[in-house]
């Protein structure tokens, strides 16, 4: 069979110029080459990918160096004992390997490999969606390759493994989680047989490499729709022993007429929700993460019901040993658990009455993760009472409409003291010490009531008209 790749790449004529030069490339020097895996895929599918994955017949880190001679391109990366080849370019990362094929010992988190031709290449590969080449040869250019139906499989929406699924999970139990991922991004069904050889072997996944398994969860987080694929790892026993603090927040517990909603349906509506405003990846963990600590929090009163006090101090500071597991920058922790921190603030400045003051504190504390705050308080809205959620939506606008107000008034997403502490110690002959910090805070404070301005001069002519005050508390506190 062969396709009409100029046609698969309408909307990418530079990506088909680029594989005809490759193509060129490997006729000069006699090797045969093949498009295969996620750009075959995604170009049948209809999706754009500009990530491109080569399999030489022969030697592809040879072969890398003369495509980025032709291409006058970055200096080649080399991965010598999986004889793959990255080749970066400007807008696309370009792999090229050896036709291989990779297997894992039983308590390996390395794979060793062995070269081989193009059918055992294909087979070697995940899933039947992935096992498809296209030549790229002159001769033979759109030539197509599916040994193992995967055009079939992927008009029939399905994930399944090419070989027995058994033996592809635990030579490579990271497949688990692909396969997982590939279903959540597509919207595809996995495979009965499939799924159940996950379950079978979801211990496996243990050996695996921190950072492989976040690179694969967090593809999962970004999809339109991330419920979908952490379902199906609720569902394959795999989330038990990746997150087993997910676990419990399952169910929902009954006290006479009082009961608490499920937090685990609740926590997955929330995800989805902040996906629909097409969130990063930090705001869609912070979604993930922001009601962890309820099981733990957890009380009955008598005449109250269910409360959750402290679950939002609580689960910013276990979201750090989750994010152990992630492998996350610091910045980026920082954010995720300042939002979890925060995320009920503006629903509690929206049952009462919206002052400046409160929005002030608002916007000082968020900083400049407010927007991303209001995202996450407005997806955090799952109640089934259509007259709640408009009410709520409704005090939502205005504590929005007037963050608009303060925030262009008062400048304060990045708040800062307009006295620094040398100047206060300059001002009032001071050394060192905590009574710095107790002026700069009480200039602070008249800027979130309102007292002041938040500019220096106004500070300046704050702290003189209260000096005699501040030096009394000084020398009353010495």
Known sequence: ?????????????????LIGKIGEVADTFGIQAYLVGGLVRDLIIGKKNKDIDIVVIGDGLVFADEVSKALNAFPVVKFKEFGTAMIPLE?????????????????????????????????????????MAISINVDTFGDFIDPFNGL???????????LDPKETFFEDPLRMLRAIRFASQLGFNI???????????????????????????LKILMSSKPSFGI???????????????????????????????????HTLKVLDNVAKFDADINLRLAALYHDIAKPRTKRFYDGIGWTFHGHEELGARMFER????????????????????????PIAVAKEEVTDS??????????????????????????????RVQRYLKNFELVEKRIGEVEEKD?????????????????FALEPGPYVGKIKHFVEEAILEGEIENTHDAASEFIEKNKEKLIDLYLKNH
């Open 91 to 131: 807008e696309m990362e370009l792999e090229i390997v050896s036709a291989r094929k990779e297997v894992y010992q039983t308590h390996s988190r390395n794979p060793k490999v062995k070269f081989t031709d193009l059918d055992e290449d294909l087979k070697r590969r995940d899933f039947t969606i992935n096992t």
């Open 358 to 387: 409160a929005i002030r504190r608002l916007i000082v504390e968020a900083g400049e993760n407010i927007d991303d705050l209001m995202i996450l308080c407005r997806a955090d809205i799952t109640s089934k009472n259509k007259e």
């Open 191 to 217: 495979d009965k047989n499939t799924f159940l050889a996950i379950k079978t072997y979801a211990d496996r996944i243990n050996i695996i490499s921190k950072e492989r398994i976040r690179d694969e969860f």
């Open 411 to 427: 400048t304060l997403r990045a708040f800062q003291s307009p006295f620094n502490g040398k100047e206060i110690m300059k001002m």
């Open 231 to 265: 379902n199906l790892l609720y569902e394959s026993t795999l989330l038990g022993y990746l997150f087993p603090e997910f676990i419990e927040l399952k169910g929902i517990e009954s006290h006479g007429v009082y009961k608490h909603k499920d937090v685990y349906l």
């Open 322 to 345: 989750y994010a152990r597991k992630l492998r996350l920058s610091t910045k980026d922790i920082k954010k995720i658990e300042k939002l979890i921190r925060l995320h009920l603030r």
């Open 1 to 17: 069979m062969k396709l009409d790749v100029k046609q698969l790449f309408e909307d990418q004529p530079s990506l088909y110029a």
């Open 152 to 162: 079939k499989d992927i008009k029939g929406e399905l994930i399944i493994t090419p």
